[in-house]
């Protein structure tokens, strides 16, 4: 088994362009989460999903956009890159309703934003 | 508004024991959780706890108090490996993880 897995690893945009982040997980879980991390803060959520077509937003969703067509795919996609979008995001799952269930997470895309 | 402190970063030598404390205030509760990560990775799991007390697991252990909104990390005989960034996270009334920045520890030998 991958995991969770991420694609690209790394990315720099210019400020405007587009992009999508791809998420993949081969354990059959039902939530999917993106989160940013930046320097000296902590993980903050972007969007999640509960299953297979459906999304919700989270902390921060401005200027993100998500779909969950497939139950193993999440992509996180940027319309129009800002600096501020600077980040490194993570994807993690959890099996079910994740209660008490620990988050599994991709190793990270590092974007910059220029 | 929901928070999660925990101090930016302590150091400690190999082979002693460092506590890493954590204090949260969120809306509701359902379990407090402790993660490592080492720079440039993801995190990943290192304990649970739901109900108070003491949690062994190994050379980690973690406690919490929930009528203080508290928490702690134990990490005991630390070694290089040890060096990494701990991050506390609350379950709030909605099932979403509330992250605190984390704590880095430096292991000296």
């Known amino acids: 088994n991958a995991g969770v897995t991420q694609t690209p690893k790394f990315r720099v945009l210019k400020t405007g362009q587009s992009m999508t982040l791809l998420c993949a997980q081969d354990m059959n879980h039902e939530y999917m989460y993106w989160y940013r991390q930046d320097p000296g803060m902590g993980l903050r959520l972007i969007h999640y999903s509960v299953g297979e077509g459906t999304t919700a937003k989270g902390e921060v969703p401005d200027g993100y956009n998500v779909s969950r067509l497939k139950k193993q795919n999440f992509l996180l996609g940027l319309e129009s890159a800002a600096p501020s979008q600077t980040s490194v995001y993570f994807c993690?799952?959890?099996?079910?309703?994740?209660?008490?269930?620990?988050?599994?997470f991709g190793p990270g895309t590092r974007l910059l934003v220029l | 508004g929901q928070n999660i402190d925990q101090p930016t970063e302590m150091t400690a030598t190999e082979g002693a024991i460092v506590q890493i404390n954590c204090t949260y205030q969120t809306s509701g509760f359902n379990g407090l959780f402790w993660y490592q990560q080492h720079a440039g990775e993801a995190p990943t799991f290192l304990s649970y706890?739901?109900l108070d007390g003491l949690e062994e697991k190994g050379r980690f252990s973690s406690f919490l108090s929930r009528s203080k909104g508290y928490s702690y990390l134990l990490l005991k005989e630390l070694q290089m490996k040890d060096s990494a960034s701990y991050l506390c996270?609350?379950?709030?009334?909605?099932?979403?993880?509330?992250w605190g920045a984390g704590t880095k520890l430096i292991i000296k030998p």
């Open positions: 706890n739901v």
């Open positions: 993690a799952s959890t099996p079910g309703r994740g209660d008490q269930e620990t988050q599994y």
């Open positions: 996270a609350s379950l709030d009334s909605n099932y979403q993880l509330i």
